[in-house]
């Protein structure tokens, strides 16, 4: 696969639809069905949605683990026909190696490609320092707080460096705290790198504060059936766009783009 080329989609879906065979059953069920959209280079997208959508299940065609039942996923303007290198994947548990420092995970990815010894360390140091780990290089997992090693699962993914990063709900296990240091830590990174990301969350003030765009999406099967342009400066600093006046705003029309609600159903 190519790297970014002028004018083509970082990531793209067109007409996809994804069945699942029910255990048992000659029956399929439909989690996503007709879904279009393409992401640029350096785009930041997130997609919202109710629970079962077929949210991650979008991330999973992105990244090939899951081939579409219909239509094709696109990543630099070349069909997706399986794990390529030019994707990666964040997710909520950090993954990492407990047996394995986290220098050594972070250059684990590049350590498969067969990247040199000096250039893996060169990597792994650039992005601890960029991730504010460059004092725990040399620790384990176990020594590291949820934060921390999230940060490091970051770093890991950045160590690839891959066109697009699908990210399925990478903070949602944290504290809000240290959620907001994550994501700061993240939309410098991204902004700086020149990152294209497609980022699942359930949190809308965190999708307004991260995205250039948001895309809702509807019951299962799932298909886009709204589009939210931010259009609130500062997108490398979240921690500054959270306090702009339009968030709330953002928050309300995307609460009620979900139908959310006092008497909504809990899934």
Same mark, same amino acid.
């Given at each position: 696969?190519?790297?970014?080329?002028?004018?083509?989609?970082?990531i793209?879906?067109?007409?996809?639809?994804?069945?699942?065979g029910?255990?048992?059953?000659?029956?399929?069920?439909?989690?996503?069905?007709?879904?279009?959209?393409?992401?640029?280079?350096?785009?930041?997208?997130?997609?919202?949605g109710?629970?079962?959508?077929?949210?991650?299940?979008?991330?999973?065609?992105?990244?090939?683990?899951?081939?579409?039942?219909?239509?094709v996923?696109?990543?630099?303007?070349?069909?997706?026909?399986?794990?390529?290198?030019h994707?990666?994947?964040?997710?909520?548990?950090?993954?990492?190696?407990?047996?394995? *420092?986290?220098?050594?995970?972070?250059?684990?990815? $590049?350590?498969? =490609?067969?990247?040199?010894? !000096? %250039? +893996?360390?060169? &990597?792994?140091?650039?992005?601890?320092?960029?991730?504010?780990?460059?004092?725990?290089?040399?620790?384990?997992?176990?020594?590291?707080?949820?934060?921390?090693?999230?940060?490091?699962?970051?770093?890991?993914?950045?160590?690839?460096?891959?066109?697009?990063?699908?990210?399925?709900?990478?903070?949602?296990?944290?504290?809000?705290?240290?959620?907001?240091?994550?994501?700061?830590?993240?939309?410098?990174?991204?902004?700086?790198?020149?990152?294209?990301?497609?980022?699942? *969350?359930?949190?809308?003030a965190?999708?307004?504060? $991260?995205?250039? =765009?948001?895309?809702?999406? !509807? %019951? +299962?099967?799932? &298909?886009?059936?709204e589009?939210?342009?931010?259009?609130?400066?500062?997108?490398?600093?979240?921690?500054?766009?959270r306090?702009?006046?339009?968030?709330?705003?953002?928050?309300?029309?995307?609460?009620?783009?979900?139908?959310?609600?006092?008497?909504?159903?809990?899934?």
């Amino acid at each position: 696969m190519s790297h970014a080329v002028e004018g083509i989609p970082a990531i793209e879906f067109i007409g996809v639809d994804k069945r699942f065979g029910a255990p048992g059953s000659a029956t399929e069920v439909a989690a996503a069905s007709n879904v279009n959209f393409a992401v640029k280079t350096g785009e930041v997208v997130s997609i919202i949605g109710p629970s079962g959508c077929g949210k991650s299940t979008m991330l999973n065609m992105g990244a090939g683990l899951y081939a579409p039942s219909a239509g094709v996923v696109k990543v630099a303007g070349e069909v997706v026909q399986g794990p390529n290198s030019h994707v990666a994947f964040m997710l909520q548990k950090d993954l990492l190696m407990p047996w394995r *420092t986290i220098n050594e995970n972070i250059e684990f990815g $590049l350590e498969l =490609r067969g990247t040199s010894a !000096s %250039e +893996r360390r060169q &990597t792994s140091q650039r992005l601890l320092k960029a991730c504010h780990l460059d004092k725990f290089g040399n620790h384990y997992p176990h020594q590291l707080s949820g934060g921390m090693r999230q940060r490091a699962a970051m770093a890991r993914t950045l160590a690839v460096d891959p066109l697009v990063l699908l990210m399925d709900e990478p903070f949602s296990a944290l504290d809000a705290q240290t959620k907001m240091i994550l994501q700061q830590d993240l939309a410098r990174t991204v902004s700086d790198e020149k990152k294209t990301v497609l980022f699942i *969350t359930h949190d809308l003030a965190e999708a307004v504060a $991260l995205s250039d =765009r948001i895309l809702v999406m !509807s %019951e +299962r099967p799932g &298909t886009i059936v709204e589009e939210v342009i931010v259009d609130i400066p500062g997108r490398n600093n979240p921690m500054t766009r959270r306090k702009h006046e339009s968030v709330g705003r953002y928050v309300a029309m995307l609460m009620d783009m979900l139908k959310l609600d006092a008497n909504a159903d809990v899934h």
